[in-house]
């Protein structure tokens, strides 16, 4: 059964029109199933009905005429009840609704199950039989299992057929957000000269003349990826480096080069099949990885070595010239990609793969773009076709009616105004209207080195990630490479606080040069778990912290994935020791270093019920808003089929919201939060409203909340939350709260 289920599901989706899908599926079906007949209706949401669109059994004069209302027929029990209906005398039941034209008079059992995809009835599949009988409970899983299987399938095939059709689609497209902002341009399908899986695996005999070829390739490919850096860095105003320093680090990692110099010597393959090999066992090693940011770097280890295969057979690199800006598409869209394309030219991206953890979406959230992840998408007929791209909503039009086009660019207009005033008014202090001073920090680590004038729009920083030091090394960093990177950090801050967070690493994110295996790696050892198994490496990192800050003071530390008292205790020891040693050293050349504040984030939930046992072992708390409300809802954000369902105003996340600043309060703990609800203006209003008065950010959320918080009275807030509060979703507390922002005149920063 399971290999005609997939016999069935293949030919749908090979074939070329949406029509021709939906006849093959009811004819096969029907074979296979040994029934009278298969049908099967497509709903069409705006006008409330379902029409047959294909049938092998009923009269063919009917296909594409016949409709039936959602609240009519057995069709529509089914689609209304989202659940199959087996009947055995169809025509009896009080929902049976006769239409002549289908010429169905000779069907008695009824078997009809719903195709669903996202929590949307797509359609429904329906077999008839002429004998009076109940369809047995093997017909049922079948039907059931096809329906399934079919719907992705379906609603890609609908889309294609529309495109080829060159009719609107008015249907908004979903995917995940992974950039704000809306742009209006026509489509710009890129797919790559080289993909990896085409070399061909070949054998040379002469391996050097293939590691002479293989150098030129690497060389050539390092300087092409310097030159996209410069063109990078020039076209957007700020240093992003580091992606690009993560990129040529790949491609000088030893670890990769002597493998793939290793195939070429001792296998006698010839370098393009070498890249090949080795770059597909890096790359299965990385997407098995849990943690979303270094599963994302199996895209990397893609792009790069279909670069280096690009330079081995001399096929050169696209050079992109436009007339006017364009929606770059790709099956997967990669941070060297975005780099070649100029800035001027380029309107928004869509990856049909990928997440928010991408290199392609840090890049576009840097450049300003709006960018849309993870969807599905029919290449083949976007070419040129005119796209409106909701960052703000992850949401994607193709040709939409004047009608559309005009509300959007209407939304581009005003969003561009504001802009404009929200940029003059980026220097000025965060205070209400009512004088209460909001601390508005940075989340920094990868794209530190902005220029002066953005980070001093920031009062802080409130999360600086120490990972990527050790990411950019073949090995553990010393101690004094560690020392200087912080103290260019804390020095770049001077008279500004500075969180760092310690090493977060660890089954979920392991190193290179330092593989973990587990079978449950998110939920496995890392994290302050590793470090404190690890006290060499807590200690240096403790160290290179103090001795960063001497003269400077600003620094506090964090540790992240607090579960447990005795970890809090731990580590505090650990920094008494680390203290210790440093000040002894310091004090002999007459210096010292001040005792840093230290405190825990709250990301994991069994923390919420220690905070009153936890505090005196801590000086503050930050809540890690985006991993404590995936791991309070078991929702993976990243994750296009459930990323509906993450919602950081779900109402027991803003329950527990509230009890950690009570709590912080009660025990006299200064506490900040940190993810993307802290620079979202409706989030910081309900938290401010809760009672907190930190909020830790990117860089490009900094000015957008510094200038809502000028314009707003936190003593009208707490009576809107108390009223939310009553409420049991999450949508009515929003709109009390967008109701204020549009009081104030704030309309423009809610999602359009």
């Known amino acids: 059964m399971l290999t005609t289920l997939r016999q069935i599901v293949e030919s749908v989706t090979q074939a070329p029109s949406l029509l021709e899908a939906m006849t093959v599926l009811v004819r ?50 089914v689609g209304r009840r989202e659940e199959l209906i087996n009947l055995a005398d169809a025509p009896q039941h009080p929902n049976f609704k006769y239409v002549p034209e289908v010429a169905e008079d000779e069907f008695n059992s009824f078997l009809g199950v719903p195709i669903m995809q996202q929590r949307q009835v797509l359609g ?26 079919l719907a992705a399938r379906i609603l890609h095939a609908e889309m294609k057929g529309m495109l080829h059709a060159d009719q609107h689609w008015r249907r908004s497209l979903k995917g995940v957000a992974a950039s704000s902002g809306v742009a209006i341009a026509r489509a710009w399908v890129w797919r790559p000269k080289m993909e990896l899986e085409q070399v061909a695996l070949k054998y040379s005999d002469d391996p050097e003349l293939q590691l002479e070829l293989l150098q030129q390739a690497v060389l050539q490919v390092q300087l092409d990826l310097d030159a996209m850096a410069l063109r990078f860095r020039e076209s957007v105003s ?51 990885m849990s943690d979303n940011y270094l599963r994302e770097r199996a895209v990397d280890v893609r792009d790069v070595a279909q670069r280096l295969l690009s330079r081995l057979v001399h096929s050169q690199i696209d050079v992109f010239d436009f007339d006017e800006p364009v929606v770059l598409i790709a099956e997967e869209v990669t941070a060297s ?38 969807m599905e998408l029919p290449l083949g007929g976007l070419e040129q076709r005119l796209m409106v791209v909701d960052g ?66 920031a009062d802080g920083i409130g999360l600086y990630r120490t990972e990527i030091p050790f990411m950019l090394h073949d090995s553990f960093p010393s101690e004094q490479e560690q020392a200087s990177r912080y103290r260019d950090v804390l020095n770049n801050f001077s008279g500004r606080p500075v969180c760092m967070r310690t090493l977060d690493i660890g089954g979920d994110k392991p190193l290179p040069y330092f593989p973990i295996v587990e ?48 970890e809090v205790q731990a580590a505090r020891r650990l920094l008494d020791q680390a203290w210790l040693e440093v000040s002894e050293e310091l004090g002999r050349r007459g210096s010292s270093v001040r005792y ?68 912080a309060e009660q025990h006299g703990k200064s506490v900040s939060i940190c993810g993307e609800l802290a620079g979202d203006p409706l989030g910081v209003l309900i938290l401010m409203a809760m009672g907190y008065r930190n909020f830790s950010m990117n860089l490009n959320n900094i000015a957008r909340i510094k200038y809502v918080v000028r314009r707003i009275r936190v003593e009208d807030l707490p009576p809107l939350l108390e009223m939310g509060l009553q409420q049991s979703d999450s949508a009515a507390m929003k709109e009390l709260f967008a109701g204020y922002l549009v009081r104030q005149g704030l309309a423009n920063m809610l999602p359009h």
């Open 28 to 77: 096969q079906t029907r074979s296979a199933m040994q029934v009278d007949c298969c049908s099967v209706y497509l709903a069409e949401p705006q006008r409330r009905r379902f029409r047959l669109v294909a049938t092998d059994g009923l009269a063919q004069e009917a296909v594409g005429k016949v409709v039936l209302p959602y609240d009519e027929g057995l069709v529509g029990l």
């Open 124 to 149: 429904v599949l329906v077999v008839q039989q002429v004998d009076a009988r109940q369809f047995d409970e093997g017909d049922e899983s079948f039907l059931v299992t096809l329906a399934a299987q």
């Open 392 to 457: 703000n909503r992850g949401e994607l039009l193709v040709e939409p009616p004047q009608s559309v086009l005009d509300e959007y660019q209407q939304i581009i207009h005003q969003a561009r105004e504001m802009n404009n005033l929200i940029g003059a008014e980026s220097h000025l202090p965060s205070e209400t209207l009512d004088g209460v001073r909001i601390s508005v920090l940075l989340n920094a680590g990868l794209n530190l080195e902005s220029e002066s004038a953005m980070r001093d729009m």
């Open 596 to 663: 840093p504040m230290l405190g825990a984030m709250i990301e994991v939930p069994s923390i919420l019920y220690i905070l009153p046992e936890m505090s005196p072992y801590v000086d503050f708390w930050s809540v890690g808003s985006n991993d404590l409300t995936q791991y309070l809802l078991a929702v993976d954000r990243n994750n296009s089929r459930v990323a509906g369902l993450y919602d950081p105003f779900h109402p027991a996340v803003i329950r527990v919201l509230q009890q950690v600043v009570q709590s």
């Open 238 to 288: 700020n240093d992003s480096m580091a992606i690009f320093e993560i990129y040529q680090h790949l491609l000088a990692d030893p670890a990769y080069q002597q493998q793939i110099e290793l195939e070429i010597r001792r296998e006698g393959w010839s370098a393009a099949a070498a890249v090949r090999l080795v770059s597909e066992r890096f790359i299965q090693q990385f997407s098995g």
């Open 337 to 374: 990609l975005l780099a070649e394309v100029p800035r001027e030219r380029l309107a928004a991206m869509i990856s049909l793969r990928g997440a928010v953890n991408s290199h392609a979406a840090i890049l576009a959230r840097a450049m300003g773009i709006p960018a849309v992840m993870g």
């Open 519 to 566: 079978d449950n790696p998110f939920l496995g050892w890392r994290g302050i778990r590793l470090t404190l198994d690890h006290p060499e490496l807590f200690l240096a990192q403790l160290k290179a912290m103090l001795r960063a800050s001497e003269g400077l003071d600003n620094l506090a530390i964090m540790l992240p994935m607090i579960s447990s008292l005795a």
